[in-house]
T-cell receptor
Framework: EAQVTQNPRYLITVTGKKLTVTCSQN?????MSWYRQDPGLGLRQIYY???????DKGDVPEGYKVSRKEKRNFPLILESPSPNQTSLYFC????????????????FGPGTRLTVL | GQQVMQIPQYQHVQEGEDFTTYCNSS?????IQWYKQRPGGHPVFLIQ?????EVKKQKRLTFQFGEAKKNSSLHITATQTTDVGTYFC?????????FGTGTRLQVTL
């Protein structure tokens, strides 16, 4: 089954304690992206990656890091989480010039609800 | 970057009533996508519009892209409780997507 997985789904942590949210897709997609969703603000892009070792900032990159060492994985790293990073996080992927999937369809993971105390 | 305003923010309808959400931009859009997010769920792609004046239908859902490519609408005919959720319009490029703030639809019997 084609899917994007995220782990953990729920996380409560404390300020300053480094954490990583993993994201993995099994569709061989080149493009992957991280969003955060906050009430009244919709989804805002944090970082994206067009392919392995190619990453770039989205609209709200401050306080986050990413890496893309393998095509299927795109972890989101919070080196020193703060309470304003409490949010719902989504990972997404999209193919480019694939035969089986629309190049326009972005597939989202189930989300990770993060609370930073 | 491109910004899209979406209205209304919230709408509550009785089952069987119609519903429309609007997406507006001050700049010309190359494309517009629509996503639906059920309560507690993740956004799911519905459709993409690319051409000026384009109209696409999916069962009870009708999507339109304005002639000037600055606005778009999603119309649901005879809503059902399964239509509950937040509808987002999305625009952008191959690398960067910008989401509208969404319209939350509540449907009651």
């Amino acid at each position: 089954e084609a899917q994007v997985t995220q782990n953990p789904r729920y996380l409560i942590t404390v300020t300053g304690k480094k954490l990583t949210v993993t994201c993995s897709q099994n569709m061989n997609h080149e493009y992957m992206s991280w969003y955060r969703q906050d009430p009244g603000l919709g989804l805002r892009q944090i970082y994206y990656s067009m392919n392995v070792e190619v990453t770039d900032k989205g609209d709200v990159p401050e306080g986050y890091k990413v890496s893309r060492k393998e095509k299927r994985n795109f972890p989101l790293i919070l080196e020193s989480p703060s309470p304003n990073q409490t949010s719902l996080y989504f990972c997404a992927s999209r193919g480019i010039r694939t035969r089986s999937f629309s190049t326009d369809t972005q597939y989202f993971g189930p989300g990770t609800r993060l609370t930073v105390l | 970057g491109q910004q899209v305003m979406q209205i209304p923010q919230y709408q509550h309808v009785q089952e069987g009533e119609d519903f429309t959400t609007y997406c507006n931009s001050s700049t010309t859009l190359s494309n517009i996508q629509w996503y639906k997010q059920r309560p507690g769920g993740h956004p799911v792609f519905l459709i993409q519009l690319v051409k000026s004046g384009e109209v696409k239908k999916q069962k009870r859902l009708t999507f339109q892209f304005g002639e000037a490519k600055k606005n778009s609408s999603l119309h649901i005919t005879a809503t059902q409780t399964t239509d509950v959720g937040t509808y987002f319009c999305v625009t952008g490029t191959a690398s960067k997507l910008t989401f509208g703030t969404g319209t939350r639809l509540q449907v009651t019997l």
